[in-house]
């Protein structure tokens, strides 16, 4: 399934200043460091954010926010665009890859840190375990994808997903059960009422156990 990827830079917080001065001589033309909209921005927690403008008229032009997780880490927390609502996922890596691509990791290096970049895409097992993910594989491939999980045989598989998910240490959340089913071949609209379904028995279960 794909995803977000995520960048962080793990650096002494005595070195973030220094990394952002640095990376902004390190950077093409195209990239700039906006102060003026960093001194916009209210910082509640009192860690910084950095602010870095892509310009270069192609449709995925952003600004890109880079702010201060801990004592040792910056990461990327939101690539915004200029001309459009939201980035898709793939632009969105496409941008964070490009802006990852112009020397960050040997910058970080120099500087005595550490680069970390996920991964574009993730697999079910990764979230929730082989035998929680076969169990699901197995519904979605044997149910009738233009009914949803009405039949008695795709609804008993169904609760044994929904029954292994809630006795899991793992978690999905509905987007990702959602996101997995278009990806292996529902329509939008029933891997919705699907994520929903799985959304209200998780909750209902909780309930009753809580009893």
Known sequence: MKRFRELKILIAKERFENFISELSKKLPTEWSRDKEREGEVPSFSGNNMYCFNRDRKDGLDSKLWIAERDEGTLYVS???????????TDDYNKVLLEFHDHGIKDLTENLGGSVELTSDTYSLEDLIGNDVARCLRVFSSAANKSTGSTHPRDRERWFQFITLIHKSENNISPEEIQKFL???GWTEDFSFELACEFEYSLELLKYYEGK
Do not use: A, T, Y
């Open 78 to 88: 939101n690539i915004v665009p200029s001309e459009i609502s939201q980035l898709k």
């Open 182 to 184: 278009i990806e292996d």
